[in-house]
């Protein structure tokens, strides 16, 4: 499994990024996908999910907020994350697994894509 993350950046309060997930090793197309972020001296916590039906999953902080969204002819995943707040920042991770999977017990994280959310 080979999950790279891209996308984060320096961003104003109030502004967007996008961020993408390429995914390899795996059938994309199966898998329900989730991101998740890990807060500067906080755990992990999981942000969104899609399922392979399509629906989705947010976290009550980022709900009318973010998108996720993906492409399985490309093996792809995205978050689209508009009006970011401070608290947004963090390293965003993609992952394999439904955003209900016990995030304490995943332990195949990628590099990540850093966000940072100030003026």
């Known amino acids: 499994v080979r999950l790279v993350e891209s996308g984060g950046g320096l961003v104003q309060p109030g502004g967007s990024l996008r961020l993408s997930c390429a995914a390899s090793?795996?059938?994309?197309?199966?898998?329900?996908m989730s991101w998740a972020r890990r807060a500067p001296g906080k755990g992990f916590e999981w942000v969104s999910g899609?399922?392979?039906?399509?629906?989705?999953y947010y976290e009550d902080s980022v709900k009318g907020r973010f998108t996720i969204s993906r492409d399985n002819a490309k093996n792809a995943v995205y978050l689209q994350m508009n009006s970011l707040k401070p608290e947004d920042t963090a390293i965003y991770y993609c992952?394999?697994?439904?955003?209900?999977?016990?995030?304490?017990?995943?332990?195949?994280w990628g590099q990540g894509t850093q966000v940072t959310v100030s003026s």
């Open positions: 992952a394999p697994v439904r955003p209900d999977y016990p995030i304490k017990q995943y332990k195949y």
């Open positions: 899609i399922y392979t039906d399509g629906s989705t």
């Open positions: 090793g795996f059938t994309f197309s199966a898998s329900a």
